[in-house]
């Protein structure tokens, strides 16, 4: 494969896109923002009703798009429901090639599981047309309304978000997750969380071994030896 430094753009997206297909994750970080958030009501209101194909398969609601006539209380309390049945069973990923390879990166470089969460939801997140919708919805926040924002979506606690953005944390101190904060106060939380596209590309492609997936993001420096 060609390997992408830093800066460089992967010139077809369809790779990255194709990682939210229908992850799991996607469906209850949805759940989450609309129902433990409290957006629900406004991202109703917003888009008119919950009309977007992508944003209700991923929801599990696609037979109730074409349904003008049903009431978003019916609707809310499904969203609420299928939440907690969700919560109340483990999670099971698929063995796929961004979730091998991002599993490498967090053994390689020892990555938290909250290190790793974030990092997953920056990049799975941002595939996602449907999501992006939905965070949109809420707003531009500040650096602590996003860490809580984070910490309900991902349903870890704060002081867990806390240290794993920390500036000399592996995640942000490695370079693969930047926190844009540009200067502003208020900031989206798409906006302020950024993985490169290179990063996002090579996490989507099989690679022959381990330290290929290292290599992708960081040059080995050889050191001199000392004198």
């Not at 406004?42 to 696609?62: A, I, K, N, Q, W």
């Not at 969700?86 to 490498?104: A, R």
């Not at 799975?124 to 984070?150: D, K």
Request: a negative charge; charged letters at 20%; hydrophobic letters at 35%.
């Amino acid at each position: 494969m060609t390997l992408l430094n830093d800066n460089e753009q992967p010139s077809d997206n369809t790779d990255i896109h194709k990682i939210s297909g229908d992850n799991p994750l996607l469906k209850i970080w949805n759940l989450r923002v609309l129902v433990r958030l409290n957006i629900f009501n406004r991202f109703f209101d917003r888009y008119g009703g919950m009309h977007d194909p992508e944003t209700m398969h991923v929801l599990g609601l696609s037979e109730l798009r074409q349904d003008e006539g049903i009431d978003k209380k019916v609707i809310f309390s499904t969203l609420r429901e299928t939440l907690n049945t969700l919560e109340s069973h483990t999670l099971t990923l698929s063995g796929d090639v961004f979730s091998t390879n991002i599993s490498i990166l967090q053994k390689s470089l020892s990555l938290t599981q909250c290190e790793i969460d974030i990092l997953r939801f920056s990049i799975v997140s941002s595939s996602s047309t449907g999501f992006n919708m939905v965070l949109e919805t809420l707003g531009e926040m500040s650096n602590e309304q996003i860490r809580h924002t984070l910490s309900v979506i991902l349903n870890v606690s704060r002081r867990e978000i806390d240290n794993a953005m920390r500036a000399n944390g592996a995640l942000i101190s490695s370079g693969l997750l930047r926190i844009n904060a540009s200067g502003h106060y208020m900031h989206s939380l798409q906006q302020y969380l950024d993985v490169s596209g290179g990063i996002k590309y090579a996490l989507t492609q099989e690679q022959n071994n381990p330290t290929a997936i290292l290599q992708c993001f960081f040059k080995i420096v050889e050191q001199s030896p000392v004198n």
